[in-house]
């Protein structure tokens, strides 16, 4: 399942998948895996994600209907 | 191979082969570290390529033994057959790590690495011909050491293809995304 969540919220902090990869340590190519639901992450590297963009892991980890 | 003076060559220029490698990695890296970094997704599929590696190379190993219990002689020598099962579990390995984005390291400076690699790929290619060109690639009915050469740059020209493969794949897929 597509992560839309973490996708807006990195769009509304202006922010390119590389940007966001190189603040919390990881490749382009995995965080593109993690907004098209191919990747789930660590909880180390959901909090790094959330830190970074401003969100709870509520906000942008959990599923909702 | 029963001339010990050649093996000594041979292992001489592995383990000098080697100690270049360690070197060739530090520069290229950005931070000029001996070590490659990958992230956790990376870590994960680099861990399914090498179990496949290893597969590879154990199921062809037990076929060697099979052709080795039958008798049947192969057109190379045993160090040239044990060098070809190693090259096709490192073609396993990378392009594994290739088609699941875990060959370039978070560290890795892509420029550097493609010189490095076109080189090396051209330097053993270059040796291969010149052996075809001598003669000693082939003698008594059996490929001969120089051959390796000659799988090194098929293996480097692989790695090669599957990567510009694998960039026009995700570049179609990113081009799908945004329509």
Redesign the interface.
């Known amino acids: 399942m597509k992560n839309l969540q973490m996708k807006a919220a990195r769009a509304a902090m202006d922010l390119s998948q590389q940007d966001l990869a190189e603040r919390v340590g990881v490749s382009r190519q995995t965080i593109n895996a993690i907004e098209k639901g191919d990747y789930n992450p660590t909880i180390n590297l959901c909090r790094a994600i959330c830190k970074e963009l401003g969100r709870t892991l509520d906000e942008l980890f959990w599923e909702t209907d | 191979m029963s001339n010990p003076a050649q093996a000594t060559g041979l292992l001489i220029g592995v383990i000098l082969g080697l100690i270049i490698a360690a070197f060739l990695i530090r520069y290229m890296n950005r931070d000029r570290k001996w070590k490659t970094e990958y992230?956790?997704?990376?870590q994960r599929a680099r861990g399914k390529a090498f179990c496949y590696a290893f597969y590879t190379v154990m199921i062809l190993e037990a076929i060697l033994i099979f052709v080795d219990l039958f008798g049947i002689r192969l057109p190379m020598t045993a160090a040239v057959t044990h060098f070809t099962l190693i090259v096709i579990g490192i073609v396993v390995l990378a392009c594994y790590c290739i088609w699941h984005?875990a060959y370039?390291g978070?560290n890795t400076n892509m420029k550097r690495y493609t010189i490095i690699v076109v080189v090396a790929g051209a330097i053993n290619l270059l040796a291969g011909i010149m052996a075809i060109a001598n003669g000693t690639i082939w003698m008594n009915g059996q490929l001969q050491t120089p051959f390796i050469n000659l799988l090194c740059a098929f293996m480097l020209i692989a790695i090669g293809v599957v990567m510009t493969a694998k960039k026009a794949a995700d570049e179609r897929e990113e081009a799908g995304d945004d329509q």
């Open positions: 992230d956790e997704m990376q984005d370039v978070l």
